[in-house]
């Protein structure tokens, strides 16, 4: 089982800190995505973009990041935006019939599932360039340079790209049973990164600093994946149904549960050793800390559940 | 004038064309290399560098051009919007969307590589577009490159590309389609990236607002031109010579503008859309609004 190392997270509390942000993410995101005509493509876009049961990991992680280094919250909600937005583009195709083929997502029925695959590929191709010109168009001319955003602009591309989720989409479909690592890693590791590295650039971190974000963001971000995967290997064990198991590759799936806990400690380890660098910067590095705790925490409650 | 140079040819379109071309085929060569893994970046390729005719990088060029900017400035939107092209036909092509098997004269996307891998090709293409605009466009204030960015990020999503899909796929099998209705259709379909182009190279090539306003009808007048043309061509021309399936709005009984305003009046109507197109373009100097002028008479009167 997870050893519980007492840690800042005690004493911070994530939840006010996360529901806070969430909240505030919530009414940005459902602004950004008015119903006009034609109704049906905005309608399929908020579905899965507004889903109730979205953790909006990668959007808190992006302003925590942000502040991590003093900067405005106003300058990151934007690029927060965007990617909670790529971010639902992706799922959306990934749970296609002719890709993973998952009928329901967060409890819900997949987008496809509501309106038909054809839209569903529209609403993932139209969520794609709102995240982009959603950056554009409202982040703080005063608050980020434009230098800064295009940076921010390419990163999130080159997440989303040929060498990042899509070549882990291609892999969990295509690759080798042994391919689980880099599956992992650009599927679920890259969206960290991503999110972490955009938080960094928009604050005007340094390079040293961006690649410590980098190395952090990604490490939690397959950690999420890794801790999800045994709960679902668990649930699945439990329940002695073969239906139940996904397509994709998991850690669990691969190397069973005992190694997969392993590889979430290495990990947890090595998110918070990248943070220890950035010491300096005091209190503010809390809420970066109380992610990869949450990451692995949550699975106490949901696993004493079952 | 006009006749003037109708009848002394001071540019030469085909040489233009030809030139052109071959630089953004070069470009795009260069820019989408075949990295691991292979087979995706093997399916963007295969449907990228397809022998396109490469309307919509060569107005881009143009538009750079015209308003005092050079290719090279111009060179990785041009590319960028042929990826977003190149992305919504093998989305378009799709057994889910339009169910085409043939594009370009070659089979489609999906029937080379599968299904997942063609929806995969399409998102990576459309990710690039934005990554190399905005990390290859070199010698242009960052400003002009953000306002770019955005201008094609509109042109692709709800009030572009996508609405336009939209609305056709649900137009289908409807029998009041009117014109105002394909208007809708095809000003986001088609001219919706079209104008993109244009405004992407006046941006970044420095053009005033003015400037860039009267591209940007320009390309819209344009945009409705192509597909005018296109309707007209599809009934009246067969499957070789298009390199597409021709007859296949008629099969689908869909809305178009021969079957709303009949084959006569549909050819009335593009020529005075490219009229409107060329008025716009009255303010600049003729000598480098040629090539402009020359890619309106040629999406006019091109027979494929």
Same mark, same amino acid.
């Given at each position: 089982?997870?050893?519980?190392?007492?840690?800042?997270?005690?004493?911070?509390?994530?939840?006010?800190?996360?529901?806070?942000?969430?909240?505030?993410?919530?009414?940005?995101?459902?602004?950004?995505?008015?119903?006009?005509?034609?109704?049906?493509?905005?309608?399929?876009?908020?579905?899965?973009?507004?889903?109730?049961?979205?953790?909006?990991?990668?959007?808190?992680?992006?302003?925590?990041?942000?502040?991590?280094?003093?900067?405005?919250?106003?300058?990151?909600?934007?690029?927060?935006?965007?990617?909670?937005?790529?971010?639902?583009?992706?799922?959306?195709?990934?749970?296609?019939?002719?890709?993973?083929?998952?009928?329901?997502?967060?409890?819900?029925?997949?987008?496809?599932?509501?309106?038909?695959?054809?839209?569903?590929?529209?609403?993932?191709?139209?969520?794609?360039?709102?995240?982009?010109?959603?950056?554009?168009?409202?982040?703080?001319?005063?608050?980020?340079?434009?230098?800064?955003?295009?940076?921010?602009?390419?990163?999130?591309?080159?997440?989303?790209?040929?060498?990042?989720?899509?070549?882990?989409?291609?892999?969990?479909?295509?690759?080798?049973?042994?391919?689980?690592?880099?599956?992992?890693?650009?599927?679920?590791?890259?969206?960290?990164?991503?999110?972490?590295?955009?938080?960094?650039?928009?604050?005007?971190?340094?390079?040293?600093?961006?690649?410590?974000?980098?190395?952090?963001?990604?490490?939690?971000?397959?950690?999420?994946?890794?801790?999800?995967?045994?709960?679902?290997?668990?649930?699945?064990?439990?329940?002695?149904?073969?239906?139940?198991?996904?397509?994709?590759?998991?850690?669990?799936?691969?190397?069973?549960?005992?190694?997969?806990?392993?590889?979430?400690?290495?990990?947890?380890?090595?998110?918070?050793?990248?943070?220890?660098?950035?010491?300096?910067?005091?209190?503010?590095?809390?809420?970066?800390?109380?992610?990869?705790?949450?990451?692995?925490?949550?699975?106490?409650?949901?696993?004493?559940?079952? | 004038?006009?006749?003037?140079?109708?009848?002394?040819?001071?540019?030469?379109?085909?040489?233009?064309?030809?030139?052109?071309?071959?630089?953004?085929?070069?470009?795009?060569?260069?820019?989408?290399?075949?990295?691991?893994?292979?087979?995706?970046?093997?399916?963007?390729?295969?449907?990228?560098?397809?022998?396109?005719?490469?309307?919509?990088?060569?107005?881009?060029?143009?538009?750079?051009?015209?308003?005092?900017?050079?290719?090279?400035?111009?060179?990785?939107?041009?590319?960028?919007?042929?990826?977003?092209?190149?992305?919504?036909?093998?989305?378009?092509?799709?057994?889910?969307?339009?169910?085409?098997?043939?594009?370009?004269?070659?089979?489609?996307?999906?029937?080379?590589?599968?299904?997942?891998?063609?929806?995969?090709?399409?998102?990576?293409?459309?990710?690039?577009?934005?990554?190399?605009?905005?990390?290859?466009?070199?010698?242009?204030?960052?400003?002009?490159?953000?306002?770019? +960015?955005?201008? @094609?990020?509109?042109?692709?999503?709800?009030? *572009? %590309?996508?609405?336009?899909? $939209?609305? !056709? &796929?649900?137009?289908?099998?409807?029998?009041?389609?009117?014109?105002?209705?394909?208007?809708?259709?095809?000003?986001?379909?088609?001219?919706?990236?079209?104008?993109?182009?244009?405004?992407?190279?006046?941006?970044?090539?420095?053009?005033?607002?003015?400037? +860039?306003?009267? @591209?940007?009808?320009?390309?819209?007048?344009? *945009? %409705?031109?192509?597909?005018? $043309?296109? !309707? &007209?061509?599809?009934?009246?021309?067969?499957?070789?010579?298009?390199?597409?399936?021709?007859?296949?709005?008629?099969?689908?009984?869909?809305?178009?503008?021969?079957?709303?305003?009949?084959?006569?009046?549909?050819?009335?109507?593009?020529?005075?859309?490219?009229?409107?197109?060329?008025?716009?373009?009255?303010?600049?100097?003729?000598?480098?609004?040629?090539?402009?002028?020359?890619?309106?008479?040629?999406?006019?009167?091109?027979?494929?």
């Amino acid at each position: 089982s997870f050893s519980s190392t007492p840690s800042l997270s005690t004493q911070f509390d994530l939840k006010t800190y996360w529901t806070t942000l969430i909240g505030e993410i919530n009414k940005k995101l459902d602004e950004a995505i008015p119903v006009q005509y034609p109704e049906k493509i905005y309608e399929a876009m908020r579905y899965s973009v507004l889903a109730k049961a979205a953790k909006r990991a990668p959007p808190v992680m992006c302003v925590a990041a942000c502040e991590l280094f003093g900067g405005n919250r106003l300058a990151a909600f934007p690029t927060a935006c965007a990617l909670e937005m790529v971010h639902a583009a992706s799922l959306i195709h990934d749970d296609l019939p002719c890709m993973d083929d998952d009928p329901s997502r967060r409890g819900k029925p997949s987008n496809h599932k509501i309106y038909g695959v054809d839209m569903a590929i529209l609403a993932g191709d139209a969520l794609f360039p709102l995240g982009f010109r959603h950056i554009v168009s409202h982040t703080p001319s005063d608050l980020v340079p434009e230098t800064r955003l295009l940076r921010v602009i390419t990163e999130i591309a080159r997440a989303v790209g040929s060498t990042g989720m899509a070549a882990g989409q291609f892999l969990d479909l295509k690759g080798e049973p042994n391919s689980v690592e880099f599956v992992q890693e650009k599927k679920f590791g890259e969206m960290g990164e991503c999110s972490a590295v955009c938080g960094g650039l928009l604050a005007g971190a340094e390079d040293d600093e961006l690649q410590r974000l980098r190395r952090y963001g990604r490490a939690v971000g397959v950690l999420y994946q890794v801790v999800d995967d045994v709960l679902e290997e668990k649930k699945r064990e439990n329940e002695e149904n073969e239906e139940t198991m996904k397509k994709g590759k998991s850690y669990a799936g691969v190397y069973g549960v005992e190694k997969a806990l392993e590889v979430a400690e290495e990990l947890r380890a090595k998110a918070k050793k990248e943070l220890d660098g950035f010491e300096k910067y005091g209190e503010s590095v809390t809420p970066l800390y109380s992610f990869v705790d949450y990451a692995v925490d949550r699975g106490f409650s949901v696993d004493s559940a079952s | 004038e006009e006749e003037e140079s109708e009848s002394e040819p001071t540019f030469s379109f085909k040489n233009y064309v030809a030139l052109k071309a071959n630089s953004v085929n070069q470009a795009l060569e260069a820019c989408v290399s075949l990295k691991d893994p292979k087979k995706i970046h093997e399916a963007m390729r295969y449907s990228l560098l397809a022998s396109g005719k490469r309307v919509r990088p060569m107005l881009c060029i143009a538009a750079c051009e015209l308003v005092g900017g050079t290719e090279s400035i111009a060179m990785p939107a041009a590319c960028a919007v042929e990826m977003i092209h190149t992305m919504s036909l093998i989305h378009d092509d799709l057994p889910c969307m339009d169910n085409d098997d043939l594009r370009r004269g070659k089979p489609t996307n999906h029937k080379v590589f599968g299904e997942d891998v063609a929806v995969l090709a399409g998102d990576a293409l459309l990710a690039f577009a934005f990554e190399h605009i905005a990390v290859s466009t070199v010698g242009v204030p960052p400003a002009r490159v953000i306002r770019a +960015v955005g201008e @094609l990020a509109r042109s692709i999503g709800t009030e *572009g %590309l996508v609405a336009g899909q $939209v609305v !056709d &796929i649900c137009s289908e099998g409807l029998s009041d389609v009117g014109l105002e209705h394909l208007e809708f259709i095809h000003l986001h379909k088609t001219a919706a990236l079209l104008e993109a182009a244009v405004v992407l190279g006046a941006i970044l090539g420095g053009g005033s607002h003015e400037e +860039v306003e009267k @591209l940007r009808n320009f390309a819209r007048y344009i *945009g %409705l031109l192509f597909q005018v $043309v296109d !309707d &007209i061509l599809d009934v009246t021309k067969s499957s070789r010579e298009l390199g597409k399936t021709a007859g296949k709005d008629l099969v689908a009984d869909k809305a178009t503008y021969p079957k709303l305003m009949g084959i006569e009046k549909s050819k009335e109507f593009a020529d005075k859309l490219n009229k409107d197109a060329q008025d716009q373009l009255s303010a600049f100097d003729p000598e480098k609004a040629a090539p402009l002028i020359a890619l309106a008479n040629y999406i006019a009167n091109r027979q494929n």
